[in-house]
């Protein structure tokens, strides 16, 4: 027998724990159709045919995020076996709350009842037993970091599946709500059953007036004036409106049940310990400090010793095999077509993707560790304020920041952003931060015109990346992103001790992913720019770069770019191979200038640039659209090429406006 | 009358006049929240969250740049901004 868990629970609940304990590490990672909101499953150790599918961290059912429709339309229409609905033991009241609208959804449902091991040690209790008998369903008390009560658990919940067990009853609403409800599910019984929606959902979803269910009803115009009738009639009687009516209607019910099952010692230890370390982490002195102290130690041992250091040894390793292959293939005399496909096209474009792994390894391990721990919120809480004028909230600023280092993994952190409209904004933008493989052009660039105020122009481009990326987020907020954005009303869980698993696990699963999806499209466009690099349109090989198909398309787009001061084919030619990796420009410009070496590059170019126009190209070049790493990233979390094409031109049209304007601004002045 | 079984039964008569809203606390400052206003996905999410009529909220902090703040209700900490936490009326509650 097949069977399908849906498991659902709070942000913090540890239902990830719980997923990767009852998973092990084999599971697959993807989007919802449509939507680039995250969806995992996974087949549940031990237990043939079983699997499980982990939803996103959801507060409730109600209509407004993308996350929580996503996970009430999987549930009704892809109707899981049973639900598996995990709740912090620590936080039950609140976390009681999704449960109660879980349980009307006419699915089977167990309750994991996690970090029980935090309850007993600070003497508290949970009567279990009356917990199942007050709330109608099975409860199953686990520890999912300890993985205490995870096999009962599976063992209940495929019980739960099979013997179709649903909520023994759903009297958890009184009065003038219950009458409410009760008078609404008859009046729609037939539009539900047609509708395909559980009956007493739905009924509590017209109370609460959720649009979205009340347009799937289809409900007449005499049915619709009944209704309004009735709320009217409970909003009187109440003297509160009907959103307020039932969330205090859930918390009402929550809160009888607590007192009856729950014993509590008051604030536990970790709870006492969290707001120990907050009286420093979010202290209001040492907070942005502590914060920029934190990120800076991050950088450093990214890209500085462990990222550089293993992408070192990486790239000592392909340029071993890749010379000994090359002596091997002259040695044998293959074709030299070939022979440069192999070295130039096939080992150059491995060595591009690889390269990008230790860095993605490494800062994922600490990513995860700020985010296990729960200093990201923190962050999110001390750095709120800046991010609020461009219609994004705190949690933007960690992966807008690691922008600066590299914009692949900058974009794959955006994953754990729990809006989709900030997920999106950030993605956008974050490729404004001028990111570290640029910093080789702008080296040379400086060295060559610049002389004397090397320090000035590195910081402007900084800065103009940053500016742009503040208009670039007032402009999107104002127009594709108009409305209301999602609330900033954010939970602080306690900080807890990540586990190694979670950790470890999280940092392959990033940089598998990243592997899966960006290899095909970075080898290819590695591919694609060696061909036209090597052929002229007779497909003959071309002993000078002048002659191939890819000076022609230089030759091409030239022009385009003579209103931002630098109309020659090398600079436009230098821009598209640019496109697999930023800092290949500096040995385009070296092929093409017919320098000895990188190192020379830098005299020779004043052959196509003056000061103004080499600071217009810079700009350009920290502003167009990223490296096709990067692209591929953005597509993978935008969900597709379409969105991404969209933002790559966004990209690169901003990009021209900016250089334009320095050029034409810069002409006036100078 | 429901509220928190831990605070509720300290509370002196006369305090139910300081009428305010959640925003004008000051730090480490008590309220019994009477009305969630705001509307739309903001007001559902305050109310999700557990901020309902007759719930006892602390303001714990004030975050390093002025906004947002950090509030200690149902056991668990929450963080809201200024601006929405103008929306949510309260009742202070002396200490």
């Not at chain 1, 229409?77 to 959804?105: C, G, H, S, V, W």
């Not at chain 1, 539009?191 to 559980?198: F, R, W």
């Not at chain 1, 070939?338 to 130039?344: A, E, K, R, T, Y």
């Not at chain 1, 901003?654 to 006036?668: H, K, P």
Request: proline share 5%; charged share 20%.
């Amino acid at each position: 027998m097949n069977i399908t868990f849906g498991l659902i629970g709070n942000p913090n609940s540890g239902k990830t724990t719980l997923f990767n304990q009852m998973t092990g590490s084999n599971q697959r990672v993807g989007n919802f159709p449509g939507v680039t909101v995250e969806k995992k499953d996974g087949p549940v150790r031990g237990h043939k045919g079983v699997t499980v599918v982990d939803l996103p961290g959801i507060y409730s059912l109600s209509p407004y995020t993308a996350e929580e429709v996503v996970t009430r339309d999987y549930l009704i229409f892809e109707k899981p076996d049973a639900i598996i609905n995990i709740i912090d033991a620590t936080n039950i009241e609140r976390n009681l709350y999704l449960t109660l609208q879980l349980m009307e959804l006419n699915i089977p449902i167990i309750l994991a009842l996690n970090m029980m091991d935090e309850i007993r040690s600070n003497g508290a209790s949970i009567d279990i037993q009356k917990l199942e008998e007050q709330l109608g369903i099975p409860v199953v008390p686990i520890s999912a970091s300890k993985n205490d009560g995870v096999d009962e658990l599976t063992h209940r919940a495929i019980k739960c599946a099979e013997h179709r067990t649903k909520p023994k009853s759903l009297d958890f609403c009184c009065g003038h709500v219950h009458n409410a409800i009760h008078s609404i599910a008859h009046l729609i019984t037939d539009e539900a059953k047609a509708a395909g929606l559980p009956l007493r959902f739905a009924a509590t979803k017209i109370v609460e007036g959720d649009q979205p269910v009340i347009d799937r009803l289809k409900l007449m115009e005499p049915e619709l004036d009944i209704i309004q009738h009735i709320v009217d009639d409970m909003e009187i009687h109440l003297n509160t409106d009907r959103e307020a009516a039932m969330a205090d209607m859930r918390y009402a019910f929550i809160e009888t049940i607590c007192k009856e099952c729950v014993k509590k010692a008051g604030q536990t230890r970790e709870h006492l310990r969290s707001v120990q370390i907050d009286s420093v982490m979010t202290h209001k002195y040492f907070a942005i400090p502590i914060f920029l102290g934190i990120m800076f130690i991050i950088f450093w041992l990214t890209f500085g010793i462990f990222g550089s250091g293993l992408s070192d040894l990486l790239s000592m390793g392909i340029d071993g095999i890749t010379q000994a292959v090359d002596q091997g293939l002259s040695q044998v005399n293959i074709n030299p077509a070939l022979h440069s496909l192999i070295i130039n096209g096939v080992f150059a474009g491995v060595g591009s993707v690889l390269s990008f792994i230790p860095i993605i390894l490494v800062l994922f391990f600490f990513l995860s560790l700020l985010e296990d721990s729960g200093y990201m919120a923190r962050v999110a809480f001390v750095m709120d304020k800046l991010l609020r004028k461009i219609g994004l909230s705190g949690r933007s600023f960690v992966p807008m920041l690691i922008g600066f280092g590299c914009s692949v993994p900058a974009i794959m952190a955006t994953r754990t952003l729990p809006s989709e409209r900030d997920r999106k904004m950030t993605i956008i933008l974050t490729p404004f931060m001028s990111c570290s493989a640029k910093l080789p052009i702008y080296a040379v660039f400086t060295a060559a015109f610049f002389t004397n105020h090397e320090a000035l122009v590195m910081i402007s481009l900084y800065v103009i990346g940053i500016l742009v990326g503040i208009l670039a987020g007032i402009l999107l907020k104002k127009t594709i992103f108009e409305g209301s954005p999602v609330p900033f009303v954010m939970e602080l869980p306690p900080y807890r001790l990540p586990s190694a698993k979670s950790v470890t696990l999280k940092m392959w699963e990033r940089a598998a992913d990243f592997l899966k999806r960006a290899f095909t499209v970075i080898f290819i466009a590695t591919i694609i720019i060696w061909a036209l690099q090597s052929f002229d349109f007779g497909f003959n090989m071309v002993a000078d770069t002048e002659n191939s198909m890819l000076a022609s398309a230089g030759k091409l787009v030239a022009p385009i770019f003579a209103p931002l001061g630098f109309p020659d084919w090398r600079a436009a030619t230098a821009l598209v191979t640019g496109l697999t990796a930023k800092e290949a420009m500096v040995s385009t410009f070296a092929i093409l200038l017919g320098a000895a070496d990188t190192a020379s590059v830098a005299p020779l170019l004043s052959q196509l640039f003056a000061p103004l126009s080499a600071f217009s190209f810079l700009t350009f070049s920290l502003l167009y659209m990223p490296c096709v790493a990067a692209m591929a990233a953005v597509k993978r979390e935008l969900g597709g090429w379409k969105n991404a094409a969209l933002a790559m031109t966004f990209q690169t049209v901003v990009a021209w406006i900016v250089a334009f304007v320095v050029y034409q601004v810069g002409s006036l002045i100078f | 009358m429901r509220s928190n079984p831990e605070f509720s039964k300290s509370m002196p008569e006369a305090d139910y006049n300081m009428k305010t809203t959640l925003d004008k606390l000051k730090m480490g400052g008590k309220g019994i929240i009477t009305n969630v206003g705001g509307e739309g996905s903001l007001r559902r999410r305050l109310l999700d969250m557990g901020l309902t009529p007759n719930t006892l909220v602390m303001v714990r902090k004030v975050a390093p740049l002025g906004d947002p703040i950090e509030l200690h209700l149902r056991n668990y900490e929450l963080t809201i901004r200024q601006e929405d936490a103008g929306k949510i009326e309260v009742t202070e509650v002396a200490e």
